[in-house]
């Protein structure tokens, strides 16, 4: 159920989610029992196995609602979220974004996006730039202070031509996701 309500809470409005677990008979590497994730996110559609139903979207959304439940009883201190963003856009991706917020409350985040939506999200931003150089690829990792943020996100806006009325709205969303 509380899987079922983070659904939710990440714009799944119709959603059904059950754990089927069947015993094997026997022990494997992976235990002795076969667990499959099953859900509809459509009225009126069966439940089916969660590999077989979700697209890149709806299994980012899925993986956030099912580590929003355990991290509120694992011991794990760091959670990595890479492109959470892929297959959302809008509202979802806004709606991503606060719940990830809401598990940073009591774990670290690392969130590697390229949604505005999502990186307006309080906390340190980095960004990552990827450069060749001697026929060998060095990635750098540069923290931003809150006015390249600003910036930055406004490229993830406007792409290209950034303006002043870009670089606003991103000091707008940022503000609104606060």
Partial sequence: ERIKAALI????????????????????ENGQDSIEFMISTNPGEPLKPLDAVASGGELSRIM????????????????????????????????????????????QIICITHLP?????????????KE??????????IPLNSEEK????????GGINITETTIESAKELIKASE
């Fill in 9 to 28: 809470d990440l714009n799944f409005l119709d959603v059904r989610f059950e754990i089927h677990c069947e015993p094997l008979g026997h022990y494997t």
């Fill in 64 to 107: 956030l609602a099912l580590k929003t439940v355990l991290a509120e009883h694992d011991e794990i201190e760091t959670l990595i979220f890479d492109e959470i963003d892929t297959g959302i856009s809008g509202i979802t991706a806004s709606i991503v974004g606060k719940k990830m917020c809401q598990i940073a409350q009591s774990h």
């Fill in 150 to 157: 600003a910036e930055e996100i406004a490229r993830l806006l």
């Fill in 132 to 141: 060749t150089r001697d026929n060998a690829t060095f990635t750098n990792v």
């Fill in 117 to 129: 939506q999502i990186a307006a999200c309080r906390g340190h931003n980095f960004k990552i730039v």
